[in-house]
């Protein structure tokens, strides 16, 4: 069965520097990964997502994520932070192979917090 | 990308009774998908409905407690039976068809209170 790691609960970036939100994962195939967002009283909206191709995705508002293999890790990054950008993150993974090849596995959650 | 609709968005039910959630996509999909969230933690899956056939549920969900309804390939309900607190949470519909194939798309979520 697939599993994901959010080991942070909450991230404190000051606006202007980069952030990097950690996600781990576990699969018998291969992944795909999500990352999705939320704001206060809102919805899922989805972020970015890794299928194949290129380790480095980009995706909404500036955030981009990097697949590692071996590290089995789609860690979230941005380079600068935006005060706009406190939310809560998930990671998120399905696993392409098996019983359970069309769910979708949310992790814990990272909740973001830029300062001023 | 598909547009989900879920209501209602937010209740406030007694103990012992039952309550239907009611989830619309604007187009055809052929699994959706029933969460749970607590404010501000994760989501948990409950059950994958496919239609035509009965849901498939998740460990620690029994189809007693949360039927599911499929009957056609753009709508779902899910209820909530003999509800006590516990089942205070947010319950999220949700299916493939959001920036990409493999991309689920959730609805805006019901917020469950029950006294």
């Known amino acids: 069965a697939q599993s994901v790691a959010q080991p942070e609960d909450q991230v404190n970036v000051a606006e202007g520097n980069p952030l990097t939100v950690k996600c781990t994962y576990s699969v018998s195939g291969n992944p795909y990964l999500f990352w999705y967002v939320q704001y206060p009283n809102r919805g899922l909206q989805f972020l970015l997502k890794y299928i194949t191709g290129d380790n480095l995705v980009k995706g909404s508002y500036g955030f981009e994520a990097e697949f590692n293999k071996s590290q089995t890790s789609f860690h979230l990054k941005k380079p600068s932070a935006l005060v706009s950008d406190s939310a809560l993150y998930f990671c998120?993974?399905?696993?392409?192979?098996?019983?359970?090849?069309?769910?979708?596995?949310f992790g814990s959650g990272t909740r973001l917090s830029i300062r001023p | 990308s598909a547009v989900i609709s879920q209501k209602p968005s937010r209740d406030i039910c007694q103990r012992g009774t039952s309550l239907t959630i009611q989830c619309q996509v604007d187009s055809q999909v052929t699994m959706m998908f029933w969460y749970r969230q607590q404010p501000g933690q994760s989501l948990t899956l409950i059950a994958t409905?496919?239609?035509?056939?009965?849901?498939?549920?998740e460990s620690g969900f029994v189809i007693d407690k949360f039927p599911i309804s499929r009957p056609n390939l753009t709508f779902s309900t899910l209820t909530v039976s003999n509800m006590s607190p516990e089942d205070s949470s947010i319950y999220l519909c949700?299916?493939?068809?959001?920036?990409?194939?493999?991309?689920?798309?959730f609805g805006a979520g019901s917020r469950l209170t029950v006294l």
């Open positions: 998120a993974v399905r696993d392409e192979r098996g019983s359970s090849a069309s769910k979708i596995i």
């Open positions: 949700s299916a493939y068809g959001g920036s990409g194939a493999n991309v689920l798309t």
């Open positions: 409905a496919n239609q035509g056939s009965e849901a498939t549920y």
